[in-house]
């Protein structure tokens, strides 16, 4: 009788069980043959090990004729590895540690056949730090190690803000909380150890209010109709593309990538302001898209990267798509569940264009995520990306609202995501319930190092918004109560989130920075707490700011949690009005069927 297959994440293309198991000795000697790049970081936290040319515990064999990213793991007597790139052989890796902990104690590993190779080539995350959040760089380092043990191989960190050390623009950045040109100068060469691509992403036409809204920039911003300036600059305006060319000539000899994503989504102010002539000459579409070249040409002729951007405004002109370069990549990207990712995808596919599709987190404007929205969002993305051959999937967590997001809540998506990125084939067949299960198992394990459910907890921690009568695009009612200033009662939210902050009190996690992950939550579920009755936690509110700052602290550079703070104050204020005049607090709509 063969072995039981073992549970590996995310799943493999092909396993093939047999019937012996082989014992583990407490050296293991590995032959890593023509392997220059040897995976230490991994190595040493895993196995006591030394190097070796014959006798081999563990042999890799180059295989130019397999899968660029793929792998195949042998075991029978000994472990034989064959990979045709470096990046397969550490992804082999990776699959080996769980099959080493098959039997549960890690003593004997099971005779297999594994071959295997991802669906999707470029497999990323982006984190938003521009809208709140600046996340310490060692913060940092701990994600990327996570998303490596996924198999990622890209990580993006989401720049719109003045919040780069950019070279030449010091009159604007002096006194601000900003990453260093060293900071991102290490984290390029700690993803690159980890086969990570380390993508630049900065937005290059719209969202750019904090930069605009600077005096001296004032000229190449599009002057709204109301006469008020906007965050997105004038693509008539030469001095435009020469400001993004001083942004990318500050940025980019700090990243390795040949990669950069140029942003350009929301670009709304188009056709307004001194755009309003030429675009009722051309057409915004075409306004839109001649700058939009004018970056691609700059980007790729000066700066030698293949740019990105998100097709949101391309989208709305597909008249003009054969417009757009064979070897421009667009990213298709919505965070609902029911975004139809396969019509939109196979629009791009039809154009010949090179594309990624971009799901989300759901965890932003959010108290604690959106957990059947973020799975389903990620489910179908990835289901189209396969499909119609999309180059890459890009999993977003985003920072509107200012990122009060627990960070444990966003790494289920990260987890789910990865899962998905490899092989959702496999997941299609098994269902959204084993893939979950089978997440928990990894993630428990792996990642938070407990012998509790900690990864069903995540899930169950962003059901929460299932209780809310009326569903919310991209955001909870609850997280919109707050934000409006509208107190509602939801007794059977409060009730939940208390259930909630009990049980995380007792779960153990062992895992670096267990503190941080679960203080966040209980801060989240004091939040929800406060919203959901205010009247029943009166004086909580200061309990939860200093839980917060606090929290923020050790996650996050020391700018921008004041946003949630004044959110809190006027909030209380509303309460207090409503108490002064004599009112009632009113009681929200409670949906029970959607939640179970």
Known sequence: MSCKKPVIVPSVQSVIMGEEKYYIPKTVRINFGNIKKIPLFFLNGWLTWEKCTDNADITFIHNSEMHEQG?????????????????????????????????GNGKYIPEATIEDFPEIPQRAVMLDVSR???????????????????????????????????KGFEEYTAGRCVYTAEEIKELND?????????????????????????????????????????????????????????IYGSLLPYFDSAFINIGCDETGEIGQGETKAECEKIGVGRVYVDFLLKL????????????MFWCDIAMQHPELLPMLPKDLIAIEFDYEGDHPFEERCKILHDAGLRFYVSPGTSGWNSICGRTENMTEN?????????????????????????HPQPLASSMAGYIIGGMYAWHAESYEQK??????????????????????????????????????????????????NFCGCKPTRFPVIYSYASELMREIENIALNCEYSDLLKGEIKNACRLLMIISEPEKVSGEDELWKKEYLYMWNMRSKPSGADFEIRLMDNFINAVANIKANGEEIPQGVTDIKRFF
Request: proline fraction near 2%.
């Open 190 to 246: 700690y993803c690159r150890e980890r086969f990570i691509d380390l993508v630049p992403n900065q937005n290059s036409f719209g969202h750019l209010e904090r930069w605009l809204e600077q005096p001296n920039l004032y000229s190449i911003a599009i002057t709204r109709d109301n006469g008020t300036k906007s965050g997105v600059l004038n693509p008539l305006n030469e001095d435009s593309l020469k400001f993004m060319d001083k």
């Open 71 to 103: 792998y195949k793991i042998v075991v029978k007597n000994t472990v034989v590895i064959e990979y045709a790139e470096e990046c397969g052989a550490f992804y082999a890796l990776t699959t080996l540690k769980q099959l080493f902990a098959a039997d």
């Open 431 to 480: 269902g959204v319930e084993e893939l979950c299960r089978n997440a928990a198992l990894f993630a428990n394990k792996y990642i938070f190092e407990t012998d509790s459910d900690f990864f069903g907890f995540l899930l169950r921690l962003g059901k929460y918004s299932n209780l809310e009568g009326i569903r919310q695009n991209n955001s909870t009612l609850t997280w919109n």
């Open 378 to 402: 990620l489910r179908n993305a990835a289901r189209a990306a396969i499909k119609y051959g999309a180059e890459g999937y890009l999993v977003t967590d985003w920072g509107d609202g200012g």
């Open 296 to 307: 691609y040409k700059l980007v790729t002729e000066k700066y030698k990267r293949t740019p």
């Open 132 to 166: 709140g959040r600046i996340t310490r760089l060692e913060i940092l380092k701990k994600t990327v190690d996570m998303l490596a043990m996924l198999k990622y191989n890209q990580f993006q960190l989401y720049f719109d803000s003045l919040i780069f050390d950019y």
